[in-house]
């Protein structure tokens, strides 16, 4: 059972955008405008399982986060490996795919893999 449809359906609203419109060529995609699209869908999703993982920590004194600084220190005082992921998901989705548009398939698939990662830890 899937306790987190919006997280899912974030997830793969990424990979239909990658599949069906940034254009696999070999190990890039060409059209950056929907890498940038599906990079930002997924970055979401990792913002999205951060909240959860902290509203599960931080109970009733959760407030969401308002900038990627303060997640960083907050899930620093929680889990290292859940900072660690979040790291990874934004270098590789928000800023390599998203603001730069990277064509690297491997960059974003990278970036993909984390936020499934995370996504395992809250479930």
Do not use: C, W
Not at 73 to 86: C, E, G, I
Not at 107 to 117: H, N, P, S, Y
């Amino acid at each position: 059972m899937n306790d987190h449809p919006e997280i899912d359906r974030y997830l793969s609203n990424a990979r239909e955008i990658l599949s069906t419109k940034a254009d696999k060529a070999g190990n890039e995609y060409r059209d950056i405008k929907y890498v940038q699209m599906a990079s930002g869908t997924a970055y979401n999703a990792a913002l999205m399982i951060a909240d959860e993982y902290l509203k599960r920590k931080e109970g009733a004194r959760f407030v969401k986060p308002k900038s990627i600084e303060e997640y960083r220190d907050r899930l620093r005082k929680h889990n290292k490996t859940m900072l660690s992921y979040l790291n990874e998901a934004y270098d590789t989705l928000h800023l390599a795919g998203y603001y730069h548009g990277t064509p690297s398939v491997r960059t974003i698939r990278e970036g993909l893999d984390v936020t499934q990662k995370m996504f395992a830890m809250i479930r």
